[in-house]
């Protein structure tokens, strides 16, 4: 299986802050990277895919970088509706395997 | 808008079966494959298996392989998950995803089920 190393686990940040978290796969997945949304109580919410690609409506403040291996999402001016917790995952083979999620709060 | 909307919690008892429910609107559902992943607390979310609704096909983690399994009712646009012989380790957040075609990606998920096994 394709194990997905996430950082941070947790992160607070203020209301304008640009805010990264990183993925990294135990293997080559190419682009097959995407990075979803929780919030509690509600369904997960895809965001990117492809690694780079922002799902249609979804603020341009979110955006995704990276193949390979190593991945970026950026979080470029946090808003306060951003709180949740933000997971990456692979889909370039089966079992799909996810990183461990960064629970987002603001200071 | 496509919308999957799944069953409510249920609580059970150790050895019991659980069915979860999984119903799928605003799109033609025979042509996207649904997986099944979980998120017991404090662990990662895991991916239990998936079906192909157009044909029925599916595939198991080897983790549940015996234990689960995975059914379509294509007139009712619903997709199932039934997971046996459940233990504490089983207590969970059960959730469908609906699967872009052509590849193994989660565009649209359900909203989950709530599973606790307890005596």
């Known amino acids: 299986d394709i194990q997905m190393t996430q950082s941070p686990s947790s992160l607070s940040a203020s209301v304008g802050d640009r805010v990264t978290i990183t993925c990294q796969a135990s293997?080559?997945?190419?682009?097959?990277l995407s990075w979803f949304q929780r919030k509690p109580g509600k369904a997960p919410k895809l965001l990117i895919y492809?690694?780079?690609h922002l799902v249609t409506g979804v603020p341009s403040r979110f955006s995704g970088s990276g193949s390979g291996t190593d991945f970026t999402f950026t979080i470029s001016s946090l808003q306060p509706e951003d709180i949740a917790t933000y997971y990456c995952?692979?889909?370039?083979?089966?079992?799909?395997?996810f990183g461990q999620g960064t629970r987002l709060e603001i200071k | 808008q496509a919308q999957l909307v799944q069953s409510g919690a249920e609580l059970k008892k150790p050895g019991a079966s659980v069915k979860v429910s999984c119903k799928a609107s605003?799109?033609?559902?025979?042509?996207?494959?649904m997986h099944w992943v979980r998120q017991a607390p404090g662990q990662r979310l895991e991916w239990m298996g998936w079906?192909?609704?157009?044909?029925?096909?599916?595939e198991y983690s080897q983790k549940f392989q015996g234990r689960v399994t995975i059914t379509r009712d294509t007139p009712a646009n619903t997709a199932y998950m039934e997971l046996s012989n459940l233990g504490s380790e089983d207590t969970a957040m059960y959730f469908c995803?609906?699967?872009?075609?052509?590849?193994?990606?989660?565009?649209?998920w359900g909203q989950g089920t709530m599973v606790i096994v307890s005596s």
């Open positions: 995803a609906r699967v872009w075609e052509a590849t193994y990606l989660p565009d649209i």
């Open positions: 605003g799109y033609t559902f025979i042509n996207f494959a």
């Open positions: 079906i192909k609704a157009g044909n029925g096909d599916r």
């Open positions: 293997y080559d997945i190419r682009n097959y």
């Open positions: 492809d690694a780079s």
């Open positions: 995952q692979q889909y370039h083979s089966l079992p799909i395997t």
